[in-house]
């Protein structure tokens, strides 16, 4: 199973990215899709989640209203994307799957780093 993030790098603050998770080595469509997201010091935190079997999302408070969560089952692949990034915003964004209590997989992450 590998879950490969794309699209993080450095912004100003104000501006957009939008992250990709492509996942091969399961069953895409079978599993909720999340993202977390850990800044230096600080603990690791959902930040957004489209679950099974609707589709529905959750996000964070911290970015609602900026971040928006989606999925393309035809290209295996989990969105997020970041609009209105802050400093705050900072951290390794990582993809993370989920099937039932047992099938659990991580990516490896990828780094936003918000400038002020």
């Known amino acids: 199973v590998h879950l490969v993030e794309t699209g993080g790098g450095l912004v100003q603050s104000g501006g957009s990215l939008r992250l990709s998770c492509a996942v091969s080595?399961?069953?895409?469509?079978?599993?909720?899709m999340r993202w977390y997201r850990q800044a230096p010091g600080k603990e690791r935190e959902l930040v957004a989640a489209i679950e099974l079997p609707g589709g529905s999302t959750n996000i964070a408070d911290s970015v609602k209203g900026r971040f928006t969560i989606s999925r393309d089952n035809a290209k295996n692949t989990v969105y997020l994307q970041m609009n209105n990034l802050k400093p705050e915003d900072t951290a390794v964004y990582y993809c993370?799957?989920?099937?039932?209590?047992?099938?659990?997989?991580w990516g490896q992450g990828t780094q936003v780093t918000v400038s002020s």
């Open positions: 993370y799957a989920r099937h039932g209590m047992v099938f659990n997989y």
């Open positions: 080595g399961l069953t895409f469509s079978r599993y909720d």
